[in-house]
């Protein structure tokens, strides 16, 4: 039986223990993974920079981020501002379908939010994305951002489709 790992033809036998057989490894979220627990200020996203989350977890399919809301997130009330809670859902569920390791890039097609609770400054919220189905062209995900006390200060959904644009492993 051959396989393909990392762009190179293994060869096994068939009596070989199927655990001892290599899985395809995606490396992009390998490569993320190695940011859990600290800051995006080195992303190569200039909107995640300046949103300068923490990734809490990332596992194949979902990922969670922490944020503290700045005076410069927030409307003239002192809250969270819905189009930043919206950048937020966007840039998270964007880096969650980055992270599926697939061969060309994704943009989102339409993204859907309900705005559910005010977060206001200097509170700690955790926006969670995760896959719910990931088809060759379009891959439809769902976002929400929390406070800790576990209220849903936001939600989403969004599609997106596949682009042209081939990216680098």
Partial sequence: MLRLQSKTLVQFK????INVMPVLENKRLAFLQTYIGQHMSDSSSPVA??????????KEG??????????DMTNPLGVLHGGIASTILDDVVGTLVYALGREFAYVSVNLN????????????ITATAKVVRAGKNIVHVEGEIRDVEGRIIAKCTSNL?????????
């Fill in 161 to 169: 489709i596949q682009t042209s644009f081939k990216l680098p492993v």
């Fill in 14 to 17: 068939m009596s070989d223990p």
């Fill in 49 to 58: 920079r300046w949103l300068d989350g923490k990734l809490i977890d990332l």
């Fill in 62 to 71: 979902s990922m969670a981020v922490e944020f503290t809301v700045r005076q």
């Fill in 113 to 124: 939010c309900d705005f559910l609770h005010a977060a206001r400054l200097g509170d700690v």
